[in-house]
């Protein structure tokens, strides 16, 4: 134990970011203000569809041609907007203003990814509350079909044949899988690198996030938004002394064309 208080020094900066959602998805793109900010994002996708084969035969006569297929227009993709917020108490003596609003928006940066991975996965706040946003939980459908759920070989081949087979998707589709899930897809070999992304042989985009245990969910290209600055809010207690600061940043996130999901339960958790 030294004989005198250590010496304050700056504080080291952050290594690197763990691998999550922020490398899978596009953007982060910015948040359109005010109005984007204050009612969310909504646009038609460009990468859903399907297409067929059509033959080359000159039809007439007794052989008629058959009826090319009809498609309707993409649906719309809406979503609303959410906040990502830190706070911090604490007394100011010592500290100027400036340097608690660098804390607490430092702080803000450092969580933000678990948050709006938790806020995408399940489209509620932190007690529970529905944000109104386009979320995984409520748009991914069970995936049917034989498949072994303590094996991620067999749920990533299930949720990529559900992505590029039965929907017909033909961009890399994003597998957002629990944290848990990535040491199963690495001794499995599912696990490549490609650029900042990790991918599987197929190309699927891998999104290791703050998920819930027990499910994998595969979707179209997801898209992330937000402000391009955060904003700090300030109030000071006299009868206490102390300093609360608030900071906060919108978000918006959304994925296109299809949502499937498979159960994954490695050693039967």
Same mark, same amino acid.
């Given at each position: 134990?030294?004989?005198?208080?250590?010496?304050?020094?700056?504080?080291?900066?952050?290594?690197?970011?763990?691998?999550?959602?922020?490398?899978?998805?596009?953007?982060?793109?910015?948040?359109?203000?005010?109005?984007?900010?204050?009612?969310?994002?909504?646009?038609?996708?460009?990468?859903?569809?399907?297409?067929?084969?059509?033959?080359?035969?000159?039809?007439?006569?007794?052989?008629?041609?058959?009826?090319?297929?009809?498609? =309707?227009?993409? @649906?719309?993709?809406? %979503?609303? &907007?959410?906040? +990502? !917020?830190?706070?911090?108490?604490? #007394?100011?003596? $010592? /500290?100027?203003?400036?340097?608690?609003?660098?804390?607490?928006?430092?702080?803000?940066?450092?969580?933000?990814?678990?948050?709006?991975?938790?806020?995408?996965?399940?489209?509620?706040?932190?007690?529970?509350?529905?944000?109104?946003?386009?979320?995984?939980?409520?748009?991914?459908?069970?995936?049917?079909? =034989?498949?072994? @759920?303590?094996?991620? %070989?067999? &749920?990533?081949? +299930? !949720?990529?044949?559900?992505?590029? #087979?039965?929907? $017909? /998707?033909?961009?890399?589709?994003?597998?957002?899988?629990?944290?848990?899930?990535?040491?199963?897809?690495?001794?499995?070999?599912?696990?490549?690198?490609?650029?900042?992304?990790?991918?599987?042989?197929?190309?699927?985009?891998?999104?290791?996030?703050?998920?819930?245990?027990?499910?994998?969910?595969?979707? =179209?290209?997801?898209?992330?938004?937000?402000?391009?600055?955060?904003?700090?809010?300030?109030?000071?207690?006299?009868?206490?002394?102390?300093?609360?600061?608030?900071?906060?940043?919108?978000?918006?996130?959304?994925?296109?064309?299809?949502?499937?999901?498979?159960?994954?339960?490695?050693?039967?958790?």
């Amino acid at each position: 134990m030294g004989l005198i208080p250590g010496q304050i020094v700056t504080p080291p900066e952050p290594g690197l970011r763990r691998y999550g959602l922020f490398n899978a998805a596009s953007g982060p793109l910015d948040l359109p203000a005010p109005h984007g900010e204050g009612g969310g994002i909504r646009y038609t996708p460009v990468t859903c569809g399907e297409a067929y084969a059509y033959g080359v035969t000159c039809y007439g006569g007794e052989v008629a041609a058959p009826a090319k297929p009809l498609d =309707g227009g993409n @649906p719309e993709v809406a %979503t609303g &907007v959410f906040l +990502a !917020l830190a706070t911090l108490e604490c #007394t100011q003596v $010592g /500290y100027t203003e400036a340097e608690l609003r660098a804390q607490v928006v430092r702080r803000l940066e450092a969580s933000e990814q678990p948050t709006v991975e938790r806020a995408l996965w399940s489209g509620l706040d932190f007690e529970g509350n529905a944000l109104d946003i386009l979320s995984l939980d409520a748009e991914a459908e069970p995936v049917t079909g =034989g498949y072994d @759920p303590d094996l991620i %070989t067999d &749920v990533v081949g +299930a !949720l990529e044949r559900y992505a590029y #087979t039965e929907n $017909g /998707y033909g961009y890399a589709a994003t597998i957002h899988a629990p944290i848990e899930a990535a040491a199963f897809a690495a001794e499995a070999g599912l696990i490549l690198q490609d650029g900042p992304r990790k991918v599987t042989p197929l190309g699927s985009v891998w999104a290791f996030g703050a998920y819930p245990l027990g499910e994998v969910i595969v979707t =179209g290209q997801v898209t992330l938004w937000r402000a391009q600055e955060a904003q700090v809010h300030t109030a000071f207690d006299r009868e206490t002394n102390l300093r609360l600061m608030v900071a906060e940043r919108a978000w918006a996130a959304s994925f296109d064309c299809l949502a499937g999901r498979a159960t994954f339960t490695p050693l039967g958790s």
